[in-house]
């Protein structure tokens, strides 16, 4: 919940549908939240910004200054579309803003949950609905990801790029606090940490001794641990062992790639880059898709589901199950784009998801 929200009985969404199939994508996600909302007494401002490539190219504006207080002061939710655009050299934009929001908004907890909506979708034999089931915690404001490095005789044979691990007791600590804390409260049993700390033996030694003094708070949860290499390769042999995964910013991001094949592909995966209790930022995790982009055949399911994260965020919990639901029955109807193997448009299944949410009575 946000605690800036309680106050505000209108909720503030900001919306930044970024460029490629974020612009195709979010504003159908909106179309549908907003007919969720409509259902409720409850209200939300929607406000468009258009940061991206275009505008990028246009006048080199990225995030612009004073964004971050603007966000912290007024609004209670971002949803994000991607950002990524081949005519940016090293999509540097894609950098300043996305990067740059999740470090500046302190947005350190990356949620990625896993779930497969029909057993139909994931590409491994043999495996149901309740064998994938399971949450990614990315931290998400350091590690690798830091921007931390640099680059000593650029161009010479002889050069050196060094980029920096950065891992900070307080940073990992609350890490993985939210992820006991979150198993705790789901009743979840079991939360796995995984590292590299057989190579990485400063950084990621400091992940193994904070992990086994949070787990000691939390002595009814199973507490285990797996290197980052064999838990990749654990993922697709067994992923039903797995309820809570927390790991570091470099290895959540590549973790969620692979589980999100196992419960249908990036099409379908939300997330959320949350602060609790404050502005946090919810976007799908399949990115700008530039190879598709403007043919109208990108899922908007991505979206969809995180703007369902994004309603728990506002503590609109019921909302969020409405969503997943419409999305579970679009599933199962075979209203689906080619990437689940439907034969549907973007347009064709949010149509369908809206008029679900239109229709089903909402769960009290
Ligand atoms: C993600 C993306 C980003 C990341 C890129 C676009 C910088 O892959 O959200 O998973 O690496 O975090
Ligand atoms: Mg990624």
Not at 254 to 261: F, P, R, V
Request: net charge neutral; charged share 25%; with cysteine.
């Amino acid at each position: 919940m946000n605690t800036s929200a309680e106050w505000r009985t209108t909720k503030r969404i900001a919306v930044i549908p970024g460029d490629g199939i974020g612009l195709e994508v979010i504003p159908e996600a909106v179309r549908i939240l907003q007919a969720a909302i409509a259902k409720t007494e409850r209200k939300a401002d929607f406000v468009n910004f258009d940061w991206g490539a275009e505008r990028f190219l246009r006048d080199g504006t990225t995030l612009p200054a004073g964004a971050v207080e603007m966000f912290r002061s007024d609004f209670d939710a971002i949803l994000f579309g991607a950002v990524g655009d081949p005519r940016v050299p090293s999509n540097r934009h894609a950098a300043d803003i996305l990067l740059g929001l999740r470090a500046k908004l302190d947005l350190y907890v990356n949620a990625r949950p896993v779930e497969l909506l029909d057993a139909s979708l994931t590409p491994l034999r043999d495996r149901s609905e309740d064998d994938i089931r399971f949450v990614i915690f990315r931290e998400n404001t350091e590690g690798l990801y830091s921007g931390l490095g640099g680059q000593f005789r650029r161009g010479d044979p002889q050069e050196i790029a060094i980029q920096e691990d950065v891992n900070t007791r307080r940073g990992v600590e609350r890490i993985i606090r939210y992820a006991f804390a979150y198993a705790r409260s789901r009743q979840l049993g079991k939360v796995l940490m995984s590292d590299k700390s057989n190579a990485l033996t400063f950084g990621h030694e400091l992940w193994q001794r904070v992990f086994a003094e949070v787990r000691r708070e939390y002595p009814e949860i199973e507490a285990r641990h797996l290197y980052i290499d064999t838990l990749v390769a654990e993922l697709v042999r067994d992923p039903s062992q797995f309820r809570v995964i927390v790991t570091c910013n470099l290895f959540g991001d590549i973790a969620s790639d692979l589980a999100a094949q196992l419960a249908g592909g990036l099409g379908i995966a939300p997330s959320g880059n949350i602060h609790p209790g404050k502005v946090s930022l919810f976007e799908p995790v399949h990115g700008s898709a530039p190879n598709i982009a403007g043919k109208g055949i990108a899922n908007p399911v991505g979206a969809v589901l995180a703007s369902a994260m994004l309603c728990d965020h506002l503590d609109w919990g019921d909302l969020g199950d409405l969503l997943r639901d419409a999305v579970r029955a679009a599933v199962r109807a075979r209203q689906t784009t080619r990437d689940l193997g439907g034969t549907r448009s973007t347009r064709e299944v949010s149509d369908w998801l809206l008029e679900y949410v239109t229709k089903t009575r909402l769960a009290t």
